[in-house]
C-alpha cells in the first residue's frame, strides 16, 4: 500500500504541462496580433477617404465611413469577379470529380503498376509552377485554349488532379473491402459500385477537397497572369495592376482586396466546420 502512493504521484506528473498557460495565452496572443494587424489596416483603410489616407494617421480609424472605395471596387473588378468565379468553381468541381475516381480506381481496384502510377501522380504536386509556364502556354495555344478563361480552367483542374487523388485515396482506403463484395454479390459492376456506394458517403471527402481547391484556385496569381488575355482575368491580376500605379487611392485595392476575399472566406464559414471531421475520415479506422 505504501508504494502505490510516488507510483500514482508519478502516473499523475506525466499529465503536467511542460510550459505554464500564461505562456502559451501570450504566445497564442503575440502570434495572433501578427495575422490581426494587417487585417485592421486594410479595412480601416478602406473605409477612409484618399484624402485621409497618408503616413501620419495611418493607424487612426476614419471617423466616418467612406463607402465610395467600394462602389468603384465593385464598378471596376464585377467583370473580374465573374471571371473567378467560372473559373474556380468550374476547376474546383472538375478536380473533385477526377480526384474522387482517381482515388476509388487507385484504392479499389489494384491492377499491376497502380502504386508506381500513384507515385508518378504525386510526383506532379511537387513540380514548381515556373519551369511548366512554357510548355503549358505552347500546349494552350496549340489547341486554341490560350488566354481563355477555359485554358485556365484546365490548368488548374490538372494541377489539382495530384492532390485531389491523394486525399480521396486515403478516404477510399478506409471503406470496408466487404463492402464492395456485397455490392458485386448483388449484381453492381465497378463502377456501379461507385455510384452507388461510394459517392454517397464521399461528402467528407468532397468538402475537404472543395476548400483546399476552391482557395488554391481563387488566390492563385502566376497561371492567371500569363495564360489569359485582359477579357478574361480573375481579379487577383486585376488587384495587381491596380496597385501598381504611380498615384494610388489606397482605398479602392484595400476595398477590392476585402471584396476578393468575401467568397473564400464563405466557403469557411459554411464549409469550415466539416473541413476537419473530413480530413479525420480518412484517417482513423474503425
Do not use: C
Not at 503536467?16 to 498557460?21: C, E, G, N, R
Not at 468538402?207 to 500569363?226: D, K
Amino acid at each position: 500500500m505504501t508504494k502505490a502512493a510516488p507510483a500514482s504521484a508519478a502516473h499523475g506528473s506525466t499529465h503536467k504541462t511542460l510550459i505554464p498557460m500564461p505562456i502559451v495565452y501570450t504566445v497564442l496572443g503575440i502570434t495572433a496580433l501578427f495575422f490581426l494587424v494587417p487585417m485592421y489596416m486594410v479595412l480601416i483603410t478602406a473605409f477612409k477617404d484618399p484624402s485621409q489616407i497618408n503616413l501620419a494617421t495611418a493607424w487612426v480609424p476614419p471617423t466616418t465611413p467612406n463607402w465610395q472605395g467600394f462602389a468603384e471596387a465593385m464598378r471596376l473588378f464585377l467583370p473580374k469577379f465573374q471571371n473567378s468565379l467560372v473559373l474556380t468553381i468550374s476547376a474546383t468541381l472538375l478536380s473533385a470529380l477526377l480526384g474522387s475516381l482517381n482515388g476509388y480506381i487507385l484504392s479499389k481496384w489494384q491492377f499491376w503498376g497502380s502504386g508506381i502510377l500513384f507515385a508518378l501522380m504525386l510526383f506532379g504536386m511537387f513540380i514548381p509552377y515556373q519551369s511548366t509556364l512554357i510548355p503549358i502556354f505552347q500546349t494552350l495555344k496549340s489547341v486554341g485554349l490560350y488566354g481563355s478563361i477555359w485554358g485556365l480552367v484546365l490548368v488548374h483542374v490538372i494541377y489539382g488532379i495530384p492532390i485531389t487523388t491523394l486525399i480521396f485515396k486515403n478516404y477510399y482506403s478506409e471503406v470496408p473491402d466487404e463492402l464492395m463484395e456485397a455490392a458485386k454479390i448483388d449484381g453492381a459492376g465497378f463502377f456501379q459500385a461507385y455510384t452507388n456506394i461510394i459517392l454517397p458517403i464521399s461528402i467528407p471527402g468532397f468538402v475537404v477537397v472543395i476548400i483546399w481547391q476552391f482557395t488554391q484556385v481563387w488566390n492563385e496569381f502566376l497561371f492567371a497572369v500569363t495564360l489569359t488575355n485582359p477579357d478574361s482575368q480573375p481579379i487577383t491580376v486585376a488587384l495587381a495592376q491596380l496597385a501598381g500605379g504611380e498615384a494610388v487611392k489606397w482605398n479602392l485595392p484595400m476595398a477590392g482586396s476585402l471584396l476578393a476575399a468575401l467568397p473564400t472566406l464563405l466557403v469557411y464559414i459554411f464549409l469550415g466546420k466539416y473541413f476537419i471531421r473530413g480530413l479525420l475520415a480518412g484517417s482513423v479506422k474503425g
